[in-house]
């Protein structure tokens, strides 16, 4: 039987802790891996399509097919499915609404290298853009450490507002208000640049993960210490790429960090940036927990495909 799992199915198997510990031990084995296959292509239209497969993490009994459609102008802008398999006889264990698996994957995901990189004397968290990878990342890092305020800007206000009570105009004055700052959105044109950052502040840059989808300009990418989730990705189609930087632009990957082979933080003149593409093996972390959680509470629809 396959357990299908719908948005408010897999929120409410979300377990915070659970899923950080295996997107960390994810991180930490990740660079060994070679790159993954990710399949992605334009569609007639505003929409792209993409395939991750497969998601592979080491001691999870399964494994992780992902396909997507992305319109930037739908609610929700990503559809599509994960489907998780087992590892020895391939049954499809589960099928899991792939906007909800990766909103909280990549949002958690951020959360994590948020912290581990962010200064632990920050105390104010901006959002640029507060859609769904922004709620999904503040519950990672109100999960994490404590905020003193958390501010926020949208193209539609009202949207920030839900997020917190203190809105912004834009991405400018976000950064000049907080010592932190998570940019989540479909920008294509940059929305800071090095004068409007600070020595000792934090980015996560979010939306970079497609070719030409750029929210932080080459200069200050150029001027800060970039951490990714992978090289060659981000060289490929991710931040760097789209900015015209090449590797020496990158300072190494979050998995080197969490495995202490780079320093966290730095003491330097320069902020930090992360900017990840998203791997396939983080959908298998999330969906894993999710579905550990699921059948022990007896969540989700029960299907037979081969009946």
Known sequence: MTIVLSR????????????????????RAADT???????????????TATCLMPGLLADTPAYTVKVNAKFPGASPALRGVVCLHDLDTGELLALLDSATVTAWRTGLAAALATHTLAAPSATTLGFVGAGAQARTTLAGLRHLRQ???IVASDLDPARAAELTALVEPDAAAVSTAADVIVLATWSRTPLLDSAQVRSGQHLTSLGADEPGKAELSPD?????????DDVELALA?????????DAEHCHGTIGQVLRGELSATTQSDRPSVYTPVGMPWQDLALSWAVYQQARKAGTGTLIDLLG
């Open 147 to 149: 905020w003193d305020r």
């Open 237 to 245: 189609g991710g931040a760097l790429g789209t900015a015209g930087l």
């Open 8 to 27: 408010s199915d897999i929120s409410a198997a979300v377990r915070l802790d659970a899923a950080l510990d295996l997107l960390a031990e994810g991180f």
């Open 33 to 47: 891996d070679p790159a993954p296959l990710r399949a992605r292509t334009d569609l007639p239209g505003p929409g």
């Open 220 to 228: 200050l990418l150029a001027s800060s210490r970039v951490v990714v």
